[in-house]
């Protein structure tokens, strides 16, 4: 089943201690539908100048990614420049050229409006609210955002993530969101505004899986995958959501067992993300060799195996 | 079966930010003890001075912990004073005062030298050494150790590890003492000295086992236990270890599937010792709050089983 996309794309600067490059391809919308075309038929709807590379615009069609909601306009790409320090944490932007992406506004195609699977990746949350108003019934609507718009459209962002099914966020920005600094009453509180559940990326910690369960919370925690050489961790986040939806995309299996394997997916394909610059790392990743890395960690996280009850408790469908 | 432990015994200063304490029971010793003789019985080596207050000496009996191993002498027990940040990660060494500590060599009872399951708790290698060269043939032993004896007694610290089964560090220490930046590079340099296994306290990070396996490692993650309140994080690491080895103690059982299950048990133990100043959370604490963490703990990190195949290679010993 296929996964509409809404979300930037960039041309990028990124320094990190390991070397920097300029111009590459960058947004949230190049990271996320790279590996998510690997899960599933891709429609992606974003804005580029008239200065975007042919050979970007190849690429994409070379993984059979539906193109007719990307608007190309006269002017040029966004660009964004970051940097990163030794611990390669949160980046620091060094410029943000916002170009095309200024004036953009979403147009779903006709075709797409009926996709079930729905990205919403990080962007204005009043464009956020605007795709969803074009989607008809969406089976599974997923929500990236970032602190920019927690601080300037507080009560946009509110009300989109009270529209859709999972929201995305990292630690910081649960605290941030939320007023809390107990990241578990941080998930309650952004959980009351109507979710089913939220995920938050902890990095090189891994990520837990908070699900509304009537008056609690079922938590589910997993580590990061090791790696031993990160080079750039740009684009982690956006290639998280993608091994999440993608899994659930492809297997259209809604259990809480589903988005726990969708969450493992989420890690596993961000650890892929930040072993080089840009989408380098992820071009030549295959489906299989993301399964080969699944069944490594399932063997490196198993203790103890549940009982058929709970194996049971795990397969219920959380939403319709 | 029994569980024997040589470490120390102090009484401590601690400040945190949420309070401070001072003249409370400390050292590896009370921590291990506190937490190993719910598993299992347990035969305590270490020196007190006549300073020692007689209700701490009470309450070692009231858990039936076998104290003809301690060494009571005249002067005064070892003193440390320390101090965390708001990180709450490594404290800060304010004071140490070695006293009785400083002319300790440990006598290892007649009735204890044929306790299968032996604890090596942090003190100067050598001394380590010299307990072993006590001990008849034990079945597991576990050796703990830190920056200071890594740095002035590297040659007797690599020496003891050599005879020892099992050895626990934090993610520094195994960075210091192998000299490599990557964890899994300075992991392999540890098991080249003799070692089976190698276990990576990681605090709130979880922990990480890796046995060594022919020319390969075979590596386990675990997440830690979340804790809402942590207060004070002394002790953490040594009812880390009393939490692994008392289970393998209760079980007998040095599967490789045993050692994972020991190393959850680990961390969920230390997830209690940080809530509270001293021992003072584990007071309390029975064998079945831990198992009913741990039951709560299977399910927050269950997501795929293994297949029957590989449960069975994770239940074959380790070593006789």
């Known amino acids: 089943m296929g996964i509409l996309v809404v979300g930037s794309i960039a041309l990028d600067r990124v320094e990190t201690p390991f070397g920097s490059r300029e111009e590459v391809l960058g947004g949230s919308c190049p990271y996320f539908v790279v590996v998510a075309s690997l899960y599933a038929p891709v429609y992606m709807v974003s804005v580029v100048g008239t200065d975007f590379p042919q050979a970007h615009l190849d690429f994409f069609r070379s993984r059979k990614i539906d193109l007719r909601g990307l608007q190309v306009v006269p002017g040029k790409t966004l660009r964004?420049?970051?940097?990163?320090?030794?611990?390669?944490?949160d980046a620091e932007t060094l410029a943000t050229e916002l170009n095309v992406l200024g004036d953009f506004h979403p147009i779903i195609p006709d075709d797409f409006r009926h996709v079930p699977y729905v990205f919403l990746a990080n962007i204005d949350p009043d464009l956020q609210i605007e795709i969803l108003s074009q989607m008809q019934a969406p089976r599974l609507v997923v929500l990236d955002s970032m602190n920019y718009w927690m601080i300037h459209k507080r009560d946009s962002l509110q009300k989109a993530i009270s529209r859709v099914h999972v929201v995305l966020l990292n630690e910081s920005e649960v605290r941030l969101f939320s007023g809390e600094s107990n990241i578990i009453a941080g998930a309650r509180a952004i959980l009351s505004l109507g979710p089913k559940a939220l995920v938050i990326k902890r990095g090189e910690h891994g990520a837990m899986l908070l699900i509304s369960q009537g008056q609690g919370i079922d938590l589910f925690m997993v580590p990061a995958f090791p790696v031993e050489n990160v080079v750039d961790p740009t684009g982690a986040g956006d290639t998280f959501a993608a091994g999440f939806m993608g899994y659930l995309a492809k297997t259209g299996d809604l259990s809480m067992a589903s988005l726990r394997r969708a969450v493992v997916h989420g890690?596993?394909?961000?650890?892929?993300?930040?072993?080089d610059f840009s989408i380098d790392r992820l071009r030549p990743l295959t489906l299989a060799d993301i399964e080969a890395c699944y069944s490594t960690f399932r063997w490196m996280t198993h203790f103890e195996p549940l009982s058929?009850?709970?194996?049971?408790?795990?397969?219920r469908p959380i939403w319709a």
């Open 308 to 315: 058929d009850l709970e194996v049971n408790r795990l397969s």
């Open 80 to 89: 964004w420049a970051g940097r990163y320090g030794h611990d390669l944490a």
């Open 267 to 275: 890690t596993l394909v961000a650890s892929f993300t930040v072993q």
